[in-house]
């Protein structure tokens, strides 16, 4: 089946330790997003990728950085998680980044952070 | 303000019960307006997808845009143990370079007691 596939589900790293967090889509879709989720919160968008074009939003800490090395895949740095960055990270991706494209998520990331 | 407003809940409702989801927003560019189901550590999943006041229906859901008032709602008919989960409502504008920008709500938690 086609999907956005997250790894890992589970996340546990240590304050200011890096950590990567992995995307991969079958959708073959050109655009890909990352969003921050926090408990009882509305999705966040940190920034996303049109093809090789990279769209930070412009609230998004220098902390957080994504790289695009391919169609399919897409990944997430964070260069040295702080207890605030403990949430759940959301990837998706719409095939096109017109409004009428749809957005399709992943099953998302729970970083811990201790 | 937030641009998109959301109550929390949570909402419980007897199995079969007719449940109504809203969502308030302040800004008029919103042009598409979706329903997304997202379960207990998981990713959202759409559900509806409209664009012009009125309703749209799906099975048990329908989607009801009303653009004058800023208003949008989704109702559950015959509510399922099953449908127990936090529905978000999310809304796309063009933003800056054309890319679409979706703003969520926090989430209304729904429960369905058995």
């Known amino acids: 089946d086609a999907m956005v596939i997250q790894n890992p589900r589970y996340q546990v790293t240590q304050f200011g330790k890096p950590v990567t967090l992995s995307c991969s889509q079958t959708?073959?879709?050109?655009?890909m997003y990352w969003y921050q989720q926090k408990s009882s919160q509305a999705p966040k968008l940190l920034f996303h990728y049109y093809d090789k074009d990279f769209n930070n939003e412009a609230d998004t800490p220098d902390n957080f950085q994504s790289r695009r090395p391919n169609t399919s895949f897409c990944f997430l740095d964070i260069r040295s998680p702080g207890l605030g960055d403990a949430a759940m990270y959301l990837c998706?991706?719409?095939?096109?980044?017109?409004?009428?494209?749809?957005?399709?998520f992943g099953p998302g990331t729970r970083l811990t952070v201790l | 303000q937030k641009e998109v407003e959301q109550d929390p809940g949570p909402l419980s409702v007897p199995e079969g019960a007719i449940v109504s989801l809203n969502c308030t927003y302040s800004?008029?560019?919103?042009?598409?307006f979706m329903w997304y189901r997202q379960y207990s550590r998981k990713g959202p999943e759409l559900l509806m997808y409209t664009y012009s006041s009125g309703n749209k229906e799906d099975g048990r859901f329908t989607a009801q845009v009303d653009k004058s008032s800023k208003y949008i709602s989704l109702f559950i008919r015959d509510s399922q143990p099953s449908d127990s989960a936090t529905y978000l409502c999310?809304?796309?504008?063009?933003?800056?370079?054309?890319?679409?920008?979706?703003?969520f709500g926090t989430g209304t938690k729904l429960q369905v007691i058995p």
């Open positions: 959708l073959n879709h050109n655009v």
């Open positions: 998706a991706t719409s095939r096109e980044a017109r409004s009428t494209d749809t957005q399709y």
């Open positions: 800004n008029s560019a919103f042009q598409y």
């Open positions: 999310a809304m796309k504008r063009s933003g800056s370079g054309g890319y679409q920008k979706v703003t």
